[in-house]
T-cell receptor, first 113, second 114 residues
Framework: DQQVKQNSPSLSVQEGRISILNCDYT??????FLWYKKYPAEGPTFLIS?????DKNEDGRFTVFLNKSAKHLSLHIVPSQPGDSAVYFC????????????FGTGTSLTVIP | DVKVTQSSRYLVKRTGEKVFLECVQD?????MFWYRQDPGLGLRLIYF???????EKGDIPEGYSVSREKKERFSLILESASTNQTSMYLC?????????????FGPGTRLTVT
């Protein structure tokens, strides 16, 4: 059963505009959330994270928002650049799962020049 | 820079063969992981190891085993490959346990079982 879901398999955005990638989760025990980015033929790389004690974390062009009551998080990329074109995975962990991250299904972002 | 390498980028094996996927990390990380990535399913954890000779099952360990004889090396073994094990396999490592420790991924091995 998929505990972390990304309902949009793909997203296309014009360069310079905002990209919003969404992620929903079902396990209320999740307390830490991460976004990973994956280019073709490469492994995922860590992008940004957020703890459940926060509702927002910002790093340059990337901002992650967490809505615990809705069990929803989103990644905003502003402004979007062609180099941001990749697959984005959200992931979550819970205190009782130790080292385990639960990954979503991924959203393929295409930024159109 | 952390480097995680996987022995093969592409592998084609026959049903019933024993398959070894090797992963090596060069940053003295304690934890190592094996995932498989499938369309519509994302990354799913097969096994992880938090120390030499230690292993823990992930979400989908059936049909797989692992070996960690040295800290830097974590092997995934398919005892008798089946077509439903055709997938992208990703290895990762992290310095410590828990979410504060970033997982660093290798480039993946695309395994096809025919």
């Amino acid at each position: 059963d998929q505990q972390v879901k990304q309902n949009s398999p793909s997203l296309s955005v014009q360069e310079g505009r905002i990209s919003i990638l969404n992620c929903d989760y079902t396990n209320s025990m999740f307390d830490y959330f991460l976004w990973y980015k994956k280019y073709p033929a490469e492994g995922p790389t860590f992008l940004i994270s957020i703890s459940s004690i926060k509702d927002k974390n910002e790093d340059g062009r990337f901002t992650v928002f967490l809505n615990k009551s809705a069990k929803h998080l989103s990644l905003h990329i502003v402004p979007s650049q062609p180099g941001d074109s990749a697959v984005y995975f959200c992931a979550a962990s819970a205190p009782n799962t130790g080292n385990q991250f639960y990954f979503g299904t991924g959203t393929s972002l295409t930024v159109i020049p | 820079d952390v480097k995680v390498t996987q022995s093969s980028r592409y592998l084609v094996k026959r049903t019933g063969e024993k398959v070894f996927l090797e992963c090596v990390q060069d940053m003295d990380h304690e934890n190592m992981f094996w995932y498989r990535q499938d369309p519509g399913l994302g990354l799913r954890l097969i096994y992880f190891s938090y120390d030499v000779k230690m292993k823990e099952k992930g979400d989908i360990p059936e049909g797989y085993s692992v070996s960690r004889e040295k800290k830097e090396r974590f092997s995934l073994i398919l005892e008798s490959a089946s077509t439903n094990q055709t997938s992208m396999y990703l290895c990762a490592s992290s310095l410590g346990g828990g979410p504060d420790y970033e997982q660093y991924f290798g480039p993946g091995t695309r395994l096809t079982v025919t």
